[in-house]
């Protein structure tokens, strides 16, 4: 966006509001993780293409990202009363 002054054109906009800096943070980071452990589809696709150790705390998932390669399924099922091992209530219940 900078090389084509797209980015300039924006910021110079009151009708946008651009905040790099909060997506670099975030990114840089993921990584710098070792291993990171998560239940969202999101962080499992960003994780990796980041090359980042991934174990996701369910016992499937609809993406492919990272299967084989750097996410570990966990297998994790929610108990019988809908509450997680950690106290938690399980979703999609």
């Known amino acids: 966006m900078r090389s084509t002054g797209d ?3 924006l910021h110079a906009n009151p009708r946008f509001e651009l905040r790099p800096d909060g997506v670099h943070a975030l990114v840089a980071l993921l990584a710098a993780s070792g291993v990171r452990r998560t239940d969202g589809g999101g962080n ?24 084989a390669a ?3 399924l966990s297998n994790y099922r929610c108990g019988r009363s809908g509450i997680s091992q950690c106290g938690q209530t399980c979703a999609g219940r």
Do not use: K
Request: no cysteine; aromatic share 6%.
């Open 70 to 72: 750097t996410l570990l």
């Open 7 to 9: 980015w300039e054109r």
């Open 44 to 67: 499992q696709e960003e994780l990796s293409y980041l090359g980042v150790p991934t174990v996701l705390m369910r016992s499937a998932t609809e993406r492919q990202e990272g299967l």
